[in-house]
């Protein structure tokens, strides 16, 4: 089976940078919808950002020119990169992909482990 495979993330203070990076763990067909969530501890899953593989973007509001997502279609591979942190920005982070395994296969949306990122003084 397909794993989403995360790392990165970390502790800096405010106005710092971080990264995180997700891979699926084997060679697959095609990566379709490629994203980042994250959830704070109380609070619901949201939505951070996600691209496509034309490379089309959307970005929540709290995230927007602070953030970066990109993607490597050939490796499969989606990164986001934070600048600006603020205290609010810290989250366990996740990332989401909808993978079509095989050429024979549906699409199928799968979640990495998380990654912590704090942001703190």
């Known amino acids: 089976q397909v794993q989403l495979v995360e790392s990165g993330g970390g502790l800096v203070q405010p106005g710092g940078s971080l990264s995180v990076s997700c891979a699926t763990s084997?060679?697959?067909?095609?990566?379709?919808?490629m994203g980042w969530y994250r959830q704070a501890p109380g609070k619901q899953r949201e939505l951070v950002a996600s691209?496509?593989?034309?490379?089309?973007?959307n970005y929540a509001e709290s995230v927007k020119g602070r953030f970066t997502i990109s993607r490597d279609n050939t490796k499969n591979v989606v990164f986001l990169q934070m600048n600006n942190l603020k205290p609010e920005d810290t989250a366990v982070y996740y990332c989401k992909a909808g993978i079509q395994a095989s050429v024979t296969d549906y699409i199928k949306d799968y979640w990495g482990q998380g990654a912590q990122v704090s942001v703190s003084s």
């Open positions: 084997r060679s697959i067909f095609r990566a379709h919808v």
């Open positions: 691209i496509t593989r034309g490379g089309s973007t």
